[in-house]
């Protein structure tokens, strides 16, 4: 059964770091494009960060370009979230979801969702 499971959330201030696991079972993940995308209260999910199979391509929301970093680890069947400067509107919860081939960023396109860890950043 295919399972996902993000960790790593937690409150943190303004200007502060997190990152973001998203473990994989169930699936064969070095075959899958993985998201992260966020959901903010009475919010639309919207996209964050995308990675393809191997790592070698990524995309990336204007709203956190330079800041965040999305990577991956097909040995351990895991995908990051580096999450730098984190600002007030970062909060929300954080989702990873995955889908095979290629990298999207409509989140209705992924196959597998986990749970969601929670983020929250203090002004």
């Known amino acids: 059964q295919e399972q996902l499971v993000e960790s790593g959330g937690g409150l943190v201030q303004a200007g502060g770091s997190l990152r973001l696991s998203c473990a994989a079972s169930g699936l064969t993940f070095s075959t899958y494009a993985m998201g992260w995308f966020r959901q903010a209260p009475g919010k639309e999910r919207e996209f964050v960060a995308a990675i393809n199979w191997n790592g070698g391509r990524t995309n990336y929301a204007d709203s956190v370009k ?23 509107e970062d909060t929300a919860v954080y989702y990873c979801a995955a889908r095979q081939f290629s990298v999207v960023v409509t989140p209705t396109r992924y196959d597998y969702w986990g749970q969601g860890t929670q983020v929250t950043v203090s002004s």
């Open 66 to 88: 330079g800041r965040f970093t999305i990577s991956r680890d097909n040995a351990k069947n895991t995908v990051y979230l580096q999450m730098n400067s984190l600002k007030p």
